[in-house]
């Protein structure tokens, strides 16, 4: 008897647990979520960790088997797959993995932490003085007119003064680091940075689409372009740019899109965690089972497996900037 009462409990439960959505079952799995900070949130000690670990892959060889290293292999690849993983619904899901081999490419370089965010709508009145741009705490600011060994408009305060990214766009081009604010035109009403393209009444206006694909494309072309454009200009790294990478800053800025794809998905969570639809690059249906291809720099995965921050393979969370 109470053998028999067992296997009915246990049938109960599995049956119960059967009857919940997906989303559910997936953060349950997810028990210890790693925390992921906003830059100007970090510890001295994270920050520093973090740059110094950034700066390690440029010593490490090439995944991909080039002449290159690590650290420039990230740039390659979004270049290669560039049209594959935008314009498309595959942009968040992929950018999401993306940001995760990073993560970890970090990690075998030392860092112990967690990938960190620009939370660029908090910055957005004035861009250029958000505390990313600190030459001590964080990665150096606007690239300099002044001309170099190297052209114009590299960054020379800073960390990074002596990267030198081999990519731009497709080509084999050995550079310093290039940003180009967007100094916007005050007398215009036009912000520095193009800011006002990506503020809180934007942000509330991307967040209004109840679509997925709605809300990607929203915010893929307004205000994830924006800040593309406002650092990088037209000749600056982060611009637009296949090779967007080079530019560690690429990597706090997609994690924000990530977090705001989050948080878009929080608002109704049973109904937005694995919401996902569109059309690909050829025209065709887009599906949770479309592959993520990574161009062998790491394994291929479904869109499926990157839908849900609080899945035991990804588990982690946003802290909220505050102050």
């Known amino acids: 008897m109470i053998f028999i009462q067992t296997v009915a409990l246990i049938g109960a439960s599995l049956h119960a647990a059967l009857a919940l959505p997906p989303s559910t079952l997936r953060r349950q799995a ?144 050995p550079h310093c680091l290039l940003r180009m604010f967007d100094p916007g035109n005050l007398e215009a009403g036009v912000p520095e940075m193009l800011g006002a393209n990506y503020s809180p009444n934007v942000l509330a206006s991307v967040n209004m689409e109840t679509t997925f694909d709605g809300f990607r494309h929203n915010l893929e072309n307004s205000p994830h372009g924006a800040v593309h454009q406002g650092v990088g200009g037209f000749g600056g790294d982060m611009g637009p740019q296949t090779s967007s990478p080079n530019d560690p800053m690429f990597f706090l800025h997609h994690a924000q899109v990530d977090r705001l794809w989050w948080l878009w998905q929080q608002q109704n969570p049973q109904e937005r965690t694995f919401a996902y639809g569109g059309l690909r690059e050829d025209g065709s249906s887009a599906s949770l089972d479309d592959i993520l291809p990574m161009a062998g720099f790491a394994p291929q995965s479904t869109v499926r497996e990157y839908m849900d921050i609080g899945s035991a393979s990804l588990c982690y969370t946003y802290a909220p900037r505050s102050g």
């Open 30 to 173: 997810c028990t210890s979520p790693k925390l992921r900070k906003e830059w100007s949130q970090a510890t001295r000690a994270e920050q520093t960790s973090y740059i110094q670990a950034a700066l390690c892959l440029a010593t490490k060889p090439s995944r991909l088997g080039l002449s290159s290293t690590l650290y420039d292999d990230f740039a390659r690849v979004h270049d290669i797959l560039f049209s594959q993983i935008h314009s498309v619904p595959a942009f968040l899901p992929w950018h999401r993995y993306f940001v995760q081999v990073y993560e970890e490419a970090l990690h075998d370089c030392g860092y112990t932490g967690n990938a960190m965010y620009w939370d660029w709508v908090a910055d957005s009145q004035a861009p250029a003085s958000a505390a990313v741009w600190d030459p001590v705490t964080g990665f150096g600011g606007n690239g300099n007119m002044t001309s170099t060994a190297w052209g114009t408009n590299c960054v020379l305060d800073g960390p990074f003064t002596g990267l030198r990214p081999v990519y731009w766009n497709n080509a084999a081009s």
